[in-house]
């Protein structure tokens, strides 16, 4: 499968400019998403500028701290925006059986 990046840095590029959507919809500065983030403001500056890459440690950081999906924050693949989980997890204790076999059922018609 070839990629859509012609280079590493476009890569890094794009993940900085979705790391600072995200900051900004949090109404946060720079300085404080380092601070959450643990990292320096440089270094944090950086990567929003394509500059540097995040550590697999510092990418489970920004889902933990952030809220941002990694797999969106890596790809730019949006998952879902309601879950299965989240109703999943809402679902009153004597209904969640019920609905997770319909769920299974769903999938299966999805697979034939």
């Known amino acids: 499968m070839k990629s859509k990046y012609t280079s590493t840095s476009d890569f890094l590029l794009e993940i900085g400019e979705?790391?600072?959507?995200?900051?900004?919809?949090l109404h946060m500065t720079q300085a404080e998403a380092a601070e959450l983030l643990e990292l320096s403001l440089s270094f944090y500056g950086q990567?929003?500028?394509?500059?540097r890459r995040l550590s697999l440690e510092n990418v489970i950081m920004c889902r933990n701290k952030l809220m941002i999906d990694p797999t969106y924050l890596l790809t730019g693949i949006r998952p879902l925006e309601i879950g299965i989980s989240n109703y999943l997890k809402d679902c009153p204790?004597?209904?969640?059986?019920?609905?997770?076999?319909?769920?299974k059922y769903?999938?299966?018609?999805?697979k034939n």
């Open 18 to 25: 979705r790391l600072r959507e995200r900051r900004y919809e």
């Open 47 to 51: 990567i929003e500028r394509g500059n």
């Open 93 to 103: 204790k004597e209904k969640r059986y019920d609905f997770e076999q319909l769920i």
């Open 106 to 110: 769903a999938a299966n018609l999805y």
